[in-house]
């Protein structure tokens, strides 16, 4: 999973995550939120690749190999 998810930027996250329809914020908030100048493309892109792991993680029962803490792009 990380493999897969680390190097897509924000554009090819949303293209090769589409086919799973997981359960995140929609691409037209997630545009929105950066549009607006709350949140940056890279903090953005950063939950979204947590909330898809964890999500089809425990969609597919995956072993989680790297637990990981959520970590600030700062």
Do not use: N, Q
């Amino acid at each position: 999973m990380e493999e897969w998810l680390e190097p897509l930027g924000y554009d090819a996250f949303w293209r090769e995550v589409a086919v799973f329809e997981p359960d995140i914020d929609t691409r037209t908030h997630c545009d929105a939120m950066i549009a607006a100048g709350i949140v940056s493309e890279a903090e953005v892109l950063s939950v979204l690749k947590s909330d898809v792991r964890r999500d089809l993680v425990a969609r597919f029962r995956l072993p989680c190999r790297h637990p990981r803490r959520w970590k600030s792009v700062h």
